[in-house]
Structures are given as structure tokens and as C-alpha cells.
């Protein structure tokens, strides 16, 4: 299916000139999300490859850096969807005509595309002044200059001669056969964890894709809003995301009041005029109604959009074709992106708790416990605040409370949003590392051993405190939302989601505790440790009879061995002994 949007797009004729020397392209696959270009040796070394604890010596990047720069390298950057067989070195040294490139790759999304970072933002201008609108002769195209641009070759015979060396970057999680060969030859459950997390993290390049994403839709919105900014939020940047996961983003319009606040003399002050509107709600309602609007009708790659304006959080749901992305644009949403930061320091403090964020998410969504669709059942959200609250309730804990880390806090970190205390450290480097040495192991199962006999019915989940609160409501799953603390964050859940929840958090911890007991070695195809728990109800009961059908097997057979062994020994003394044997074990 040809993309929608794709005929406003402008075309790129592929010239042979070049002025700029050629960058050599950049295939690495970096891995940790939360990091940027600068620290590729940091990124080269799987976050996995960390035992426990913080170790790591390197200074760790606030995450109002993180964003900062990473938005910075968006704007520097362009997409570019490609004729299949295209020339990469001919490609890269037609772009580089307007100014060097720091890095490029390729992916498929609806056919091929690319993402070239430049040196400088000029470079962009220069590209998007050197390219033509489409001419169409049966539809009519509206002229729309973005970065999103599409390639058309002059003399597509030339190009396709040459042997294309394309190499796709992958933007997929992978398949349920790769995951499961995966955890088969692991060393341990601590190896199979940090290898579903290897797995299952957004890619350095997935992470460009989604700050690009958020940068071509804010091109969109500020033709309204000038100096408006659109920033991701949710798991694409708290150090949770999985490859695949949606992409939440934040139309924040409070920049543009500090950009104008500039003291001026005299008697005067002059104000914008406004229209005003009766309330908060409605003022968000209608931007995002307009904005929405927008992009349905002329953001190049935007389909299927959805006004969803009556929710709690009103939101807009469109897929970006060419990006490969589900996105949920809101605005006036500040506590989610302090919700994001307040999860990336819990997920950068040490490196075993994205590893069993991943592990527990991975098997709530095996099991069905959680979905892509909303409804009474859990969330990837609150099940992560389920892990740093366990986390925080070990001894010594492994993370701090909110509570804690609000102490820390400078001046500078002082935030209220709305009424509601938002304030907590925001450098990782003053946070003091946690003497816990637990493996991965112990920790999972703890998890399902804790939250398999916690006192749901009268205790709430509380991060800011990092201990079990009385429950103010009688929701059936209480946990307190960090920042709007009257809230509860799965209000949602009904009680059959507990139940069920809380009978595989119970079976889970019953077959790790089997596992303990004899691990398959690794020429049998059993399935072990966390695959055995990631399977399905079915698989697993098959699998469990056949472990137990083995394990009798092997009893016999250890049981006849013994018998014969007995009976050389008897037979020693008395040779007729031997026909007593029974071979029924
Ligand atoms: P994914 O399932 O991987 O998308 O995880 P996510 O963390 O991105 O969750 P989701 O897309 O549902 O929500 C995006 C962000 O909105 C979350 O990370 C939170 O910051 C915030 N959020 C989601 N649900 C709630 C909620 O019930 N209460 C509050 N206060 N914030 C929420
Ligand atoms: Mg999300």
C-alpha cells in the first residue's frame, strides 16, 4: 500500500554532483536509548553487560539533557523515503552537496526509507531549497515543505546496474522463535533477562526515528504556534521502551509565553491579544481539534487519525506511516513528562531494573495481563511502578523513594505543576548507589513471591513513601500516583484483572521454584527459566507434564541402577539374588 500523504511530498532529483566529502555511514547498533551520540562507548557495551549495581563510572546525563540535545540532532535531521534499489554511496554524496553528514541508516516502512543526520541545520534549508513539489496529473498536490522528503531517481536504469548494499536497520521486536532460542542458550536467568532487554530496547536509531518524529509534527503545529515545541514523553524516552511501543508526545505551548516575556520601559505593557475560552480543558480540546485537523489533511506520513477529545487526558492517535510509529499527541500534559523523568532516574540507577521491568512486561503481556488497547486491565506504567516500588523494598533497597530523592533536590529542580509537587533531583550523579548485590534471579522471583501475597484489599502502593500505605479507596489495585497523589493510577483495573494477576504471579513464583531445583540442560528443548514463564497456559501445562514424565523416567532409570547396583553387591555373596531384580521401578 502506497503511503498516504506521499503525493504531497516534495521530489529530490538524484544528481551525480558533489561538493562535500562523504561521511562513512554509521551502522552501529547503539543500544541504550537514554544516552546520545556522544557516548558511544558507553552505548557499544550492552546495558546488560553490568552484573549489579551501579558500577558504571561514567557521568550520567540529566534528562533535560538527554532531551535537549537529542532535539537539537532532530532538527538536523531529515527523512527520506528512497526508491528500493538506490545508491547509498551516490545518495550520501548527492545529500553531502549540501553540507556534511554526521551519520545516516536505513529502514523499511512502507518501502524504503532513510534518516540523514547533518552537521548543521543550514544543511537542511539548503536540501529543502534545492527541492521541487510533485507535479501530478491526476491528483492535485498541495505544495508543503517539510523534512520529509521523497527521492525519485533521474535515470533509474544507471542505479539499479550497481549491486544495492543496503542494510535495513531493524525497528521490529523480535519474533516469539528468535526470543525463545534466545533464552534457551543463556547461562542463567540473570544472561536470559539482560538478553530480552538487549532485545527488546529501542535502538539508538529507533530513538532518532522517534525524536524526528516529534520534530516534523512540531514543524506542523508551529505554522499555528510559532515556537511551540513537541516533545516525547512516556516510554520512547523513560528508558522502558520496547521496540514497537507507541510514541506519546507533548505539544507544549508554555514555551512560547517565556520566549515573549521580555521586560520593556516606559508606562506601557503591551499584551497579545487572545481569544479566550471558558476553561482549561476546552482550550486544549480546541488545539488539539485544529492540530489534529492539520494533520490529517496535510501532514505528509500522518494516517488513520482519531480525535479522542473526551478522554481524562484528551488526545489525538494518528500512525506515522513512513515512521513505523502509533502516536498520541496531547498537550497540556506537564505531569506526564515529570512521570518520564522521574522513571529515567529509576531506570538509569542501576542497571538490573530495566532488565526486570523488561522480564515483567514481557510476561504480563505473554500472559495477556496487558494490551495495546485500553481497558480494566494493567498497564506497562503501573507495572513498572509495581517493580521500583519492590525495588525500593528490598534490604537495602535498590532504589530510593520519591520521597528521597525530593530531599536531594536543588533549587533549580523546585517544580509545581498545578498545585502538585513535582520537585526531585534531577542530577543521577548525587544519588547514591545502592550496596544491594541481589542477582536478577532472586529478584524475580521475589517479585512474583511479593506481589503474589501482598495485602491488596487494604494496602496501596506508594512510591513516595517506598512502603505499603493504607488504601484511601477500595479500587481493587491502589497505586498512588506519584505527583497527583489523591490519584490513583490503576483505577482502571476490575477485580478479575487482579485475580489473574495475582494467580500467575503465584504460579510463576512456583515454577521458578522448580527450576531451582533441576535446570534442563541445554541439548533438551525444554523451555527454562524465563521461557518457561513466558509461555502460554497450554504450552506451559504440556511442558510441566513432560518435565514431570522425564523426571519419572529418570527416577526409574536412577532407581533400576541403584537395584543393580545392590545387587553386584549382593551378588558377591549370593549369585541367585540376581533374579530378583525387577525391572517395573
Ligand atoms: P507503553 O505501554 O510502552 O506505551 O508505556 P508508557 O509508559 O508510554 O505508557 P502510556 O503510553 O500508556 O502512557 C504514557 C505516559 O503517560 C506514561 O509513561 C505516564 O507518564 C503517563 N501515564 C499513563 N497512564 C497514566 C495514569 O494512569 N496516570 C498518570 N498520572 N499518568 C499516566
Ligand atoms: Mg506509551
Known sequence: MAARGVGLLACLPLGSQARGRVQRPMHSLLSYPGAVAADFEQEKQPPGSVETGSEDKTSLKRFSEVQKERREQAQRTVLIQCPNKVNEKKFLKYLSQHGPINNHFFYESFGLHAVVEFCQKESVTSLQNATRTPSLSTEAAIPFRSRFFNLKLKNPLNQTSEPSSIQCSNQSPPSSKKLFELLHYADSIDDQLHNLLKEFQITEENTKLRYLTCSLIEDIAAAYFPHCTVRPFGSSVNSFGKLGCDLDMFLDLDEI??????????????????????????????????????????????????????????????SHQAAGLQCDLTTNNRIALKSSELLYIYGTLDSRVRALVFGIRCWARAHSLTSSIPGTWITNFSLTMMVIFFLQRRSPPILPTLNHLKSLADTEDKCIIEGHNCTFISDLNRIKPSGNTETLELLLKEFFEYFGNFAYEKNSINIRQGREQNKPESSPLHIQNPFETSLNISKNVNQSQLQKFVELTRESAWILQQEGKDRPSPSSNQPWGLAALLLPPIAKTKALAQKKRKRLVSERIKNLLEAVRTNNTENSTDPNEGKKISTKA
Open 257 to 318: 509565553e517565556k520566549l515573549h516575556a521580555q521586560k520593556t520601559s516606559g508606562n506601557f505593557l503591551t499584551e497579545f491579544q487572545v481569544k479566550n475560552v471558558p476553561s482549561e480543558r476546552i482550550a486544549t480540546q480546541k488545539i488539539l481539534s485544529v492540530i489534529g485537523e492539520c494533520l490529517d489533511h496535510f501532514g505528509p506520513g500522518c494516517v488513520g487519525l482519531q480525535k479522542i477529545l473526551n478522554a481524562r487526558c484528551p488526545l489525538v492517535r494518528f
